[in-house]
T-cell receptor, first 117, second 110 residues
Framework: ETGVTQTPRHLVMGMTNKKSLKCEQH?????MYWYKQSAKKPLELMFV???????ENNSVPSRFSPECPNSSHLFLHLHTLQPEDSALYLC????????????????FGPGTRLLVL | GEDVEQSLFLSVREGDSSVINCTYT??????LYWYKQEPGAGLQLLTYIFSNMDMKQDQRLTVLLNKKDKHLSLRIADTQTGDSAIYFCAESSGTYKYIFGTGTRLKVLA
């Protein structure tokens, strides 16, 4: 496996279900990201982990819970979601941020297409 | 807040050049990126440019940056049907916070 992989690629869940999205990167990076991509809206940054520490929670509702057990894996735990949470969830990774002024290009996975019924 | 704007659609004939435009508002932008998204796929980095550059060329891709007008463009020479996709412009001021545009859907007509 190379690059950034995400599973599952498609997920349908009811509002009372609990599910998890998984992301794995094989690039030797130490920073990982969750984005939400909705139709006709810019990508929304949700969470950032830098060296396994959460450095950003962009006002995301608590029904989304991230977990970063190590620098290669990132999870997004989902519970009691709403229909408006249906979207493409993209994971990305980059070299870790060790200070300002750097250029740490983000590499994206293929995404998980989530439908909440 | 900071904003990145792109036109929603562009249609070109195969073999012609495509020019996708982007404007941004953040005057402290340090890096500007172009990503490509094909159907059912994630974002693929095409190229990026540092803000002290005016132009960057990479095979069929040419990026032009007008920092004064905060305008970025991506020119694809000899556009092929495989170039049909959504192209996203993004800017960063040197942190992990990328600001993305809404994307331009490029359709290449055979």
């Amino acid at each position: 496996e190379t690059g950034v992989t995400q599973t599952p690629r498609h997920l349908v869940m009811g509002m009372t279900n609990k599910k998890s999205l998984k992301c794995e990167q094989h690039l030797g990076h130490n920073a990982m990201y969750w984005y939400k991509q909705s139709a006709k809206k810019p990508l929304e940054l949700m969470f950032v982990y830098n060296f396994k520490e959460q450095t950003e929670n962009n006002s995301v509702p608590s029904r989304f819970s991230p977990e970063c057990p190590n620098s290669s894996h990132l999870f997004l735990h989902l519970h009691t979601l709403q229909p408006e949470d249906s979207a493409l969830y993209l994971c990305a990774s980059s070299q870790a941020w060790v200070g300002g002024g750097g250029q740490e290009t983000q590499y994206f996975g293929p995404g998980t297409r989530l439908l909440v019924l | 807040g900071e904003d990145v704007e792109q036109s929603l659609f562009l249609s070109v004939r195969e073999g012609d050049s495509s020019v996708i435009n982007c404007t941004y508002t953040d005057s402290s932008s340090t890096y500007l990126y172009w990503y490509k998204q094909e159907p059912g796929a994630g974002l693929q980095l095409l190229t990026y440019i540092f803000s002290n550059m005016d132009m960057k060329q990479d095979q069929r891709l040419t990026v032009l940056l007008n920092k004064k007008d905060k305008h970025l463009s991506l020119r694809i020479a000899d556009t092929q049907t495989g170039d049909s996709a959504i192209y996203f412009c993004a800017e960063s001021s040197g942190t992990y916070k990328y600001i993305f545009g809404t994307g331009t859907r490029l359709k290449v007509l055979a």
